[in-house]
Nanobody, 124 residues
Framework: QVQLVESGGGLVQAGGSLRLSCAASGRTFSSTTMGWFRQAPGKEREFVTAISWSGGRTIYADSVKARFTISRDNAKKTVYLQMNTLKPEDTAVYYC?????????????????WGQGTQVTVSS
């Protein structure tokens, strides 16, 4: 069982940066793949990025590649999402998600655990 709590969202101007954090509880955090998803109003939840349990492998959605960076600290049971050069189209609720094992995944059904989400709003 893994419980996830996101933080770090807020309002930022276009071109700015934010860092989201996702704190996990549960003894199996270090053996989980972690992901970030986002959901804008009226749209489906979409994949943003994911990181393997060791942190050695990452994948990104094309829309955020080269602007966002995912990382994790297994000792702190925390995963981070550094978001740079933010655009108004990045506005969404951002969700942290976890799945057992080392396989990276891009779809919501592949993740077993979800946080409550944190709002990110980018003004133009």
């Amino acid at each position: 069982q893994v419980q996830l709590v996101e933080s770090g969202g807020g309002l930022v101007q276009a071109g700015g940066s934010l860092r989201l954090s996702c704190a996990a509880s549960g003894r199996t955090f270090s053996s989980t793949t972690m992901g970030w998803f986002r959901q804008a109003p009226g749209k489906e939840r979409e994949f943003v990025t994911a990181i393997s349990w060791s942190g050695g492998r990452t994948i990104y959605a094309d829309s955020v590649k080269a602007r966002f960076t995912i990382s994790r600290d297994n000792a702190k049971k925390t995963v981070y999402l550094q978001m740079n050069t933010l655009k108004p189209e990045d506005t969404a609720v951002y969700y942290c998600a976890a799945r057992p094992g080392s396989a990276l995944a891009r779809t919501t059904p592949e993740y077993d655990y979800w946080g409550q989400g944190t709002q990110v709003t980018v003004s133009s």
